[in-house]
């Protein structure tokens, strides 16, 4: 069965302070690696996308890294707009019709 | 702009009614996705469609009926025999070849009185 779980489920970090979320993954076939934001009483939004181990993808304070069991979400010098929960989804199936979701991580960024 | 939009954003329901959720994308893309989400778990998957006319029961079917009689509209109707309604709904689309992110709308709150 594909199953997907974050870690940690929380995490407070200061303003500046970097870390890095956690997403494992157990799936036949993967097709693909998403991670979203999601704010509170919203819809999920897209962040990056994923395909093959090895590969790494930027957007501002956030990085992206994929291996063939898990993948890292790097925050560097968080700003209290950065708080947010983070998705991580995979993408699986013969026909990629399968999308798992994990749990999120609630990240809050203090000042 | 290009977009998906969900309504109502909130909604109320009593018990033994029927109601249905909007959903329209005028993304041109060929799959949405219908999903529940309750705190603290993963978005459960409810019902796909990959083109009009078609669709396929996720985990969570039972106690939901949708309909695709429109590539930009995919409806969701929650009715009597979904035995704890209350969540998050979220609608998704995605289009096909190399671009395989789902998009989401903003959410429709369901309550149960």
């Known amino acids: 069965e594909d199953q997907v779980t974050q870690s940690p489920e929380a995490l407070r970090l200061q303003e500046g302070e970097s870390s890095s979320l956690n997403c494992s993954y157990t799936?036949?076939?993967?097709?693909?690696l998403f991670w979203y934001r999601q704010d509170p009483g919203k819809g999920p939004e897209f962040l990056f996308t994923l395909y093959s181990a090895g590969e790494e993808k930027e957007k501002e304070r956030l990085k992206a890294t994929l291996t063939k069991k898990e993948s890292f979400l790097h925050i560097t010098a968080p700003k209290p707009e950065d708080s947010a929960t983070y998705l991580c989804?995979?993408?699986?199936?013969?026909?990629?019709?399968?999308?798992?979701f994990g749990p999120g991580t609630r990240l809050s960024v203090l000042p | 702009d290009g977009g998906i939009t969900q309504s109502p954003k909130y909604l109320f329901r009593k018990e033994g009614q029927n109601v249905t959720l909007s959903c329209e994308q005028n993304l041109n893309h060929d799959a949405m996705y219908w999903y529940r989400q309750d705190p603290g778990q993963g978005l459960r998957l409810i019902y796909y469609?990959?083109?009009?006319?078609?669709?396929q029961k996720g985990d969570i079917a039972e106690g939901y009926s949708v309909s695709r009689e429109k590539k930009e509209s995919f409806p969701l109707t929650v009715t009597s025999a979904q035995k704890n309604p209350t969540a998050f709904y979220l609608c998704?689309?995605?289009?096909?070849?190399?671009?395989?992110?789902?998009?989401f709308g903003p959410g429709t709150r369901l309550t149960v009185l």
């Open positions: 469609s990959q083109i009009v006319n078609d669709f």
């Open positions: 989804a995979v993408q699986a199936g013969n026909y990629g019709q399968n999308f798992v």
């Open positions: 799936v036949s076939g993967l097709r693909g």
């Open positions: 998704a689309s995605r289009g096909t070849g190399n671009y395989n992110e789902q998009f």
